[in-house]
């Protein structure tokens, strides 16, 4: 005999079988102390535990209908965790394109440069650098050379002016990503249905990748 446990919303949370071979272990022996009548399922599995007949295909998962049992269909999630998902791949490709690291035209034979954006502590020592061009500018030395490591561990060297100058336009590269991301969340976040919400493409639009 098959007997399940539900929840209150019908769900099975549980599901044994009782063999025949126990519920008849007391009708051979009439000499037993126990054998007054078979053995029956409530001696095993009383009424308080909330076990039910139910038939031998039954499995924990499977949910009661009305007079049906159902057994559980494709997993169903729902469109605010689909968001949820997708605004997490929105930060995940974020973070991948400021990794990626600032690209700026430093004129000159210094050319083109991929400066390190790695980590916050990057970001910071940037800020430093740029604290330091823009003390050399207000000092009158704008066209005072300082160095310069770029991604690929070389070191060059730039103006003052120069330098101040990339690490406002890295500022405004890092604030127009944030921008972009804040812009799909909020799509995300207003799609009223599945379709519009796969219909935002979250690689797309990046400045800079």
């Given at each position: 005999m098959r007997l399940a446990r539900f929840d209150g919303d019908g769900l099975v949370l549980e599901a044994v079988t009782v063999p025949d071979e126990i519920l008849a272990i007391?009708?051979?022996d009439p000499d037993a102390a126990s054998a007054a009548r078979p053995a029956e399922v409530g001696d095993f599995f009383p009424p308080s535990l909330g076990f039910e007949p139910v038939a031998e295909d039954?499995?924990?998962g499977w949910r009661r209908?009305?007079?049906?049992m159902l057994p559980p269909g494709p997993l169903e999630i729902s469109l605010d965790e689909l968001k949820t998902a997708k605004a997490a791949a929105v930060n995940i490709r974020r973070d991948q394109v400021i990794a990626g690291g600032y690209q700026h035209n430093f004129g000159g034979s210094a050319g083109i440069r991929t400066l390190d954006q790695r980590t916050e502590m990057d970001a910071i020592n940037w800020l430093g650098l740029k604290g330091i061009?823009?003390?050399?500018i207000a000092?009158?030395?704008?066209?005072?050379?300082?160095?310069?490591?770029?991604a690929g561990d070389q070191t060059f060297q730039a103006s003052a002016?120069?330098?101040?100058?990339?690490?406002?336009?890295?500022?405004?590269?890092?604030?127009?990503?944030?921008g972009h991301a804040w812009a799909l969340k909020d799509?995300?976040?207003a799609a009223g249905d599945v379709a519009s919400l796969d219909a935002i493409d979250v690689d797309a639009g990046w400045p800079g990748a």
């Open positions: 007391n009708s051979g039954v499995a924990a209908v009305g007079t049906e061009a823009d003390d050399a000092a009158g030395l704008g066209s005072a050379p300082i160095d310069i490591r770029d002016t120069v330098v101040s100058g990339a690490m406002v336009a890295m500022g405004q590269w890092r604030g127009a990503i944030m799509a995300i976040k």
